[in-house]
């Protein structure tokens, strides 16, 4: 059986990748970001989505289930991106 300490670790690790993913994904990787798009079987945007931190947590789960709601022929695009300081991009021309 698994002692306690174990069982505690465990228990965290479970919590922080399901739960508190987007917690997690907003303190750990605040400048990491997805845009996702979805496409029609003409290649028109008919959604999207562009967000850093915490609100890449399943976004591409997400446009997922909105191209099964939008139905036939849509098609999920996602890329990402790592987004600059302000500050950075000042002083680094």
């Known amino acids: 059986m698994l002692n306690s300490i174990t069982r505690f670790v465990l228990s965290v ?29 003409y290649n028109n945007l008919v959604w999207s989505e562009n967000s850093c931190g915490g609100g890449v947590y399943n976004m591409e789960q997400r446009a997922k289930a909105t191209a099964y709601d939008l139905g036939c022929g849509h098609t999920v695009i996602c890329e990402i991106y790592c987004k600059e300081d302000v500050y950075e991009a000042e002083t680094n021309p």
Request: hydrophobic share 35%.
């Open 13 to 41: 690790i479970i919590i922080t990748f399901t739960s508190c993913g987007y917690i997690a994904r907003q303190i750990i990787t605040p400048k990491s970001c997805k845009k996702c798009e979805i496409l029609d079987h």
